[in-house]
């Protein structure tokens, strides 16, 4: 029986300099698709699957988080008086219960891997996710609770993978497979951003992992990798043999939300999909394309 997965760490440390003038004063996860944040849409998928302890890894100029996540007494209270209860149950919803949420201070930009390794002493010692919200992907069930299950299945780290074009893989850690059923691929090796012409495969990762603690034993040497950064991929390889390693396909379609197409496309698919917007936003885009 594997150990069950109770928290997440979110790394949300990055300038977002591609959304720069936006993000000069707010953080790029605050960047709203639709009318929710980033962040709130990967902590309310790592709510979905059952994760209970969630810890923001930030950096300077990032406080709008953490008062998102917080009480709005005065809006509270107006939303209250003037009976827009919908509007004052959007606003709760998002408020962890207390003593649930964390937060770390990445001081130096050194990469993915510095970031997770910031969040050691809340994992300690159990089975984490990581999501990243850069990374936003439609689903039902959402991608993390899709990799819980198959984590129930196979343990080890799982992480969520899908195939991209192989003059792209040297934009993503990609996997060195031994086995593939179609759904999941068990890998032998990792290799961070692999020139196209020698990549093992196509199947990189996005931004969803779960991971067992000893990836802590390898990210405590601060060994550098691709790009002089920290590399989580670094890591996680490393483990391989120690611990079993799979990739999932998972069922939904991923936006890369760190890019302005992807950010606009996301808006697009994410309106589209609700009952509330659907058929203003196909009229809306009929005129203006």
């Known amino acids: 029986m594997v150990q069950p997965v109770r928290k997440a760490v979110f790394p949300v440390a990055g300038l977002g300099t591609r959304f720069l003038p936006a993000t000069k004063v707010m953080p790029k996860e605050m960047l709203p698709i639709v009318d929710k944040p980033l962040i709130q849409y990967a902590l309310e998928e790592a709510k979905e699957a059952g994760i209970e302890e969630f810890v923001l890894v930030t950096g300077r100029g990032k406080n709008l988080m953490e008062d998102h996540f917080d009480h709005a007494y005065e809006l509270e209270a107006i939303l209250e008086e003037r009976g827009r209860g919908e509007d004052l149950d959007a606003v709760l919803r998002m408020t962890p219960d207390p003593g649930r949420m964390s937060y770390t201070r990445q001081r130096r930009p050194l990469g993915l891997g510095h970031a997770i390794w910031c969040a050691r002493q809340f994992i300690a010692g159990e089975p984490f996710a990581v999501l990243l919200p850069d990374d936003l992907v439609q689903a039902a069930p959402g991608c993390l609770k899709q990799m819980m299950a198959a984590y129930r299945e196979v343990g080890g780290n799982v992480v969520a993978v899908e195939d991209v074009p192989r003059e792209q893989t040297n934009r993503y850690g990609i996997l060195d ?113």
């Open 177 to 289: 497979i031994d086995s593939d059923d179609g759904r999941l691929a068990q890998a032998r090796g990792l290799v961070e951003k692999p020139d196209p012409a020698s990549a093992p495969s196509t199947l990189s990762i996005i931004g969803r992992y779960i991971l067992q603690p000893e990836v802590f034993e390898h990210l405590d040497k601060h060994e550098k990798g691709a790009g002089g950064e920290i590399q989580l991929t670094d890591a996680m390889a490393k483990t391989i043999g120690d611990v079993p390693f799979h990739g999932l396909r998972f069922d939904g379609r991923r936006f890369d939300c760190g890019t302005k197409i992807g950010f606009v496309s996301a808006n697009v698919a994410f309106a589209a999909a609700r009952d509330d917007l659907n058929g203003d936003i196909r009229e809306v885009l009929k005129t203006v394309l």
